[in-house]
Every structure is written in C-alpha cells, then in structure tokens.
C-alpha cells in the first residue's frame, strides 16, 4: 500500500491498513515524498512493514523524472516481500508498472480534477504530464476507485471515460462522541492548499460572533504559504489532538473548494460536533440534511452558517445528532468489507506474465 506522509492519505492508509491487518492481512507500506515523522513512522510500523522509497509524490515533484523509477522500485518491493496485491493511493504510481499481481488504484484526489474545482479551467501546458500519467495509471489499474460518486462523476469528466472504476468511500475509526461542547468552531485542513479555501474562513471569522480556529499546516512541502489574519491559528497539530478538539467544539466548518471525500467533516461528525460546510457537490452527497451548507466563495455566508448554529443551540443539536448517525454509514468495518470485496474480485482478473528480470 503506497503512502505519503503530508496529505489524508496517511490517515486514510493507517486506518484502512489497521482493519486489514484485524483481518488477517499483512501490509507492506510503500512511502513517497517527504518522509514521515517519528510519531507517523512509529504508527504505521505497528501496523505493518513501512519501506520510504526515494521518489516524489506527483504532486509535490517539478516534473516528471523522479517519478520515471517508481515503477521499478514497486516491483522490486513485489518480489522481496512476495506482495499477492498492490494497493495505490496515486493512479500515477500505476503508470508503466510491470508486475504479476493485481494493481488497484485509488484517486484521492488529483491536479486535473482540483484544476476544474479551484480554477474553473485545465491544467497548464508545463502540468500537462499530470493527466497523461494518471490516464496510463487508470489504464494499468485492474480496479480503479473513487472515494466518492461526485469525485468519480469529476474523474469522467476531466478524463472521459474511466474502465472499472468503483466509488468505495473512506471511512473513519474514531469513536462515536457526544460530549458538552465549547462555543467555538474548529476547521482543520492543509491550509496552504488553495482548495481548502482559508481565505474564506480568515475573513468569515472577521464577521463572524463565533471564535473560529484553525488547526493544520500553513506551509506546503513546496513552498506555499497561507498567513491569518482574523481566525485563531492552532498550528499542525497531532491527530489525536485534533480529535479531541472536535470533542469539544460546537461546531466544525470545512469552506472547501475541492473535495474528493472530506475526511475530515466524516470525523467532526462521529466526533459530535455539528458541520457547517461548503456547498459543493460531494458535501451534499455525503451530508445533505445533516450540515448547513454555505457558499464558499461568500465568506458573509460562512459566518451567518457559523452564527446560525451558535445561536441555536437546538438546531445546533438537532444537525450534530444527524450527523452522528450518518457517519456511522461510513466505518471502517464497512469499508474494509468493501475493499476486500475489491481485492477479491481484482485477484480473479487474468494477470500479465510478469517480465523477466
């Protein structure tokens, strides 16, 4: 299972790969990119064998060189550890791979699609590599997923047609929360990404009655870098700090522009806290009549969203509890079930000769 240590994939991989792992499978992780932390090393060699591999993420890298030796370097790990299935959290990484076992990849999001969502266009003509590589990846994979259908519907669109592509939604393993609650809303994301859309926030915040505060990282593996101005800023914290945050929080309020699943909203959620969320196409997949949703592009409506519910607390309480109970449809039980469910029937597709050495 290929991971990389600066996005959601890394919560996504240790979550999926410890229910696996309850299930009786042994997971080998592959890292890309910037290498993890002690606490993020320490965390998947408990669950497994984790191997950091020297090549870039797609899209942390300048180009596409240091992503022309990840093919081989996910084969040899195929060989040394007698991989039976290889499972990706970048189509990209599918893209010229050469081995005998089933390759299914997964599209937790991707530059074309955060393009459409964030700019309303394509990507430039120097980023052009980043659709050619995915497409071989999608035409590599013997399964492809999405976390979402909105993603998947996103995917078609930008890429046309996609073969064996399957919407399996990510899943949460904390546990079910309801807790009193403080009058402040928290916001958790990578902030220096543009598509999560601080900008917003920080000005919502400046209208707004309710205390927000923003916990994430502020500076990109790439330079990028998002100052503040009016929210609270809490900094990249712990996973299990965040957790607890959320604990306590009235409210939790994702602005973003661009979301292939939302795996933050999904722990808020199970977390209790009530979801104040942008009005996108995979929030009123995932949410619809358990958040209020606002326009992200009109901070004034974040903060009306965020007031509104701070005003009424029954309200308040009434969306928290649906909330509550939808995120129970999206467990890692479940989801595990359904990957596994995937492998399966990948592992019964006809394999390619594997080349020789």
């Known amino acids: 299972m290929s991971v990389d240590a600066v996005g959601g994939v890394w919560r996504y ?3 999926l790969a410890g229910g696996l792992r309850r299930e009786g499978c042994a997971v080998v992780f592959a890292g890309f990119g910037p290498p993890p932390s ?50 990706l959290n970048a189509p990209s990484q599918a893209a010229g791979l050469d081995v005998s076992v089933p390759v299914v990849a997964v599209s937790h999001s991707c530059v074309v699609t955060w393009f459409e969502a964030v700019r309303g266009s394509g990507v430039p003509e120097s980023w052009a590599w980043h659709e050619r590589r ?9 399964v492809v997923i999405a976390p979402s259908r ?14 064996r592509l399957e919407v399996l939604h990510n899943a949460c393993a904390l546990p079910v929360e309801q807790r009193p609650r403080q009058a402040f809303a928290l ?11 601080g900008a917003a926030l920080d000005r919502a915040a400046a209208q707004c009655r ?56 999904l722990e808020a959620a199970r977390k209790g806290a009530a979801l ?49 109970e939808r995120a129970l449809q999206f467990s890692l039980e479940h989801q595990c079930r359904q990957a596994l469910d995937v ?5 019964e597709r006809p394999q390619r000769i594997e080349a020789a050495e």
């Open 187 to 197: 916001a958790a994301a990578r902030w220096w990404d543009e598509g999560k859309n």
């Open 38 to 87: 002690d606490v993020q090393a320490a965390e998947a060699s408990a669950i497994g064998t984790l191997v950091w591999l020297d090549a870039d993420l797609d899209w942390t890298g300048e180009g596409e060189e240091r992503l022309d030796r990840i093919p081989a370097l996910i084969e040899r790990l195929v060989r040394a550890f007698a991989i039976d299935l290889v499972h």
């Open 13 to 15: 991989a240790m979550d």
């Open 134 to 142: 995915n497409r071989h990846g999608f035409e590599r994979a013997d």
């Open 343 to 347: 492998y399966a029937r990948a592992l």
């Open 276 to 324: 104040v969320l942008a009005d996108i196409a995979t929030y009123r997949e995932l949410w619809d009549g358990a958040a209020l949703f606002a326009n992200p592009k009109d901070p004034g409506a974040i903060a009306a969203a965020v007031d509104r519910l701070s005003d009424d607390p029954r309200l308040r309480s009434r969306l928290a509890q649906h909330a509550g």
């Open 210 to 265: 309710t205390p927000v505060l923003m916990a994430g990282a502020f500076a990109g593996p790439e330079g990028s870098r998002f100052e503040v101005a009016h929210a609270r800023v809490l900094g990249e914290l712990p996973h299990a700090q965040v957790a607890a945050l959320m604990e306590s929080a009235a409210i939790f309020v994702s602005p973003s522009l661009y979301e292939p699943f939302g795996l933050a909203a």
């Open 150 to 163: 909105s993603h998947a519907d996103a995917l078609r669109r930008c890429y046309g047609p996609v073969a």
